[in-house]
């Protein structure tokens, strides 16, 4: 794919703070559309598959697009980079909207059945396998690398709008006319976002490959996984995201809830812990979005992970609601930091024509591996209690960010200034 030339209109924006650009901001839209999109999707299938059977086929049905996703996320990867991460996003924002606008309609024609729901699941999973990794590798075809940073910034923003606002959209619509409403509402906002990536213009990026002469998929697919693994900084900073992803999910979603039981702190006071995650994460993301950029960044996201462990470990064993709300925001800011960081980092160390793939790699590590931690973490919270098991998850966590801080070329690393 040929990457489209900048031309007059793009370096006309050159040397702009990427809140500024209205290039930028037009990508910032579209992909907030697209969020509120997901968000009120997913409201609308738990609403639809419960109504449609029972608990445990609505289970079943929220968790189908799982698999596809996981299974197709690294081909996903190959084709980003083959065709380009923005056209694949189009594509893939255009197929959801239509597959959610199809159910809508047949939700108004007839009633809620749980098989256009599960294939509705399925789709959507499958098209996020090469939705994901496209939109990991666009924002440095939008922006120059010095903005990354701060484009991550503007990223974690919108995705704490989205799930702020998504989840009240999503129940309007249920209430204004049911379940099929919800899904139209969702395929709206997110067709919002096609002809707004379209009128983005892309950056010319140096060795960007993408017109060399092509193996097959498995070939492209076997190098990209070699340039992650060669890479000085790449392959630690992949084990540091693993291990960070890996630890904290599971006290941070089940455990968390387990936790609110014990202590007596009810659904309210579960839903303040959350609240003060989210502050501190849209804290990190808004402090990224005004400097722009953070010196050492590589040593920064160490340290940063090594502290976020400690808050985490600490949340079991903070008995007062008002306490743990303030280590939640404590480890929604140091988690925030460390997870743009990482973000900012990838796009910047990795080859240009490997952006897809080394995206495709990191949403595996978090999307594959750290949901498995979730019921070993629930059943082992059962047995021992919610101390042992947040400590050695935190303990998980900071191994991470002690791999960040030993691997010499992760720590030295820096972002473009």
Not at 146 to 173: E, T
Request: a positive charge; charged letters at 10%; glycine letters at 14%.
């Amino acid at each position: 794919m040929t990457v489209t030339a900048a031309g007059p209109a793009a370096h006309d924006t050159a040397g702009r703070p990427a809140h500024r650009d209205p290039g930028v901001l037009r990508w910032l839209a579209a992909y907030t559309s697209s969020m509120l999109g997901d968000s009120v999707y997913y409201l609308a299938l738990s609403w639809a598959a419960v109504r449609a059977g029972t608990p445990t086929q609505a289970g079943i049905v929220m968790s189908v697009s799982a698999l596809p996703r996981a299974a197709l996320l690294l081909a996903g990867g190959v084709i980003a980079d083959r065709l380009g991460p923005r056209r694949v996003v189009i594509g893939s924002d255009a197929v959801r909207c239509a597959a959610a606008l199809a159910v809508a309609a047949l939700l108004f024609l007839t009633g809620p059945g749980l098989w256009p729901l599960a294939l509705l699941a399925l789709v959507f999973g499958a098209v996020d396998a090469v939705f994901l990794p496209a939109v990991g590798a666009l924002p440095a075809r939008i922006t120059a690398p010095d903005q990354l940073a701060r484009v991550q910034g503007l990223r974690g923003l919108a995705v704490r709008f989205a799930s702020v606002a998504g989840a009240p959209l999503g129940g309007l619509g249920v209430a204004l006319g049911g379940a099929a409403t919800a899904f139209a509402l969702a395929g709206l906002l997110i067709a919002v976002s096609v002809p707004l990536l379209v009128s983005v213009r892309l950056r010319d990026l140096p060795a960007d490959g993408t017109d060399a002469p092509r193996g097959t998929a498995w070939t492209d697919l076997k190098d990209g996984l070699r340039h992650i693994r060669r890479h000085r900084v790449l392959a630690p900073l992949m084990l540091t995201i693993a291990l960070g992803d890996l630890g904290f999910a599971g006290p941070l979603n089940v455990g968390l809830t387990l936790l609110a039981d014990r202590r007596g702190w009810g659904a309210a006071g579960m839903g303040w812990v959350l609240a003060g995650f989210g502050a501190g994460a849209g804290a990190a993301s808004l402090l990224l979005t005004v400097r722009g950029r953070v010196p050492r960044a590589g040593l920064v996201t160490g340290c940063a992970c090594v502290t976020g462990s400690v808050a985490v470990g600490a949340l079991a064993f903070v008995p007062a609601l008002a306490a743990a709300v303030g280590v939640a925001v404590l480890v929604g800011l140091l988690t925030g930091l460390s997870g743009a960081l990482c973000g900012a980092l990838l796009q910047t160390q990795a080859d240009p024509a490997h952006l897809g793939r080394v995206a495709a790699v990191a949403g595996l590590v978090s999307l594959g591996l750290a949901p498995l931690s979730m019921p070993f973490a629930a059943a082992a919270i059962g047995v021992w209690g919610p101390g042992p098991v947040f400590a050695v998850s935190a303990a998980v966590c900071g191994l991470g960010g002690a791999v960040a801080l030993v691997a010499p070329g992760l720590r030295r690393a820096e972002l473009p200034g």
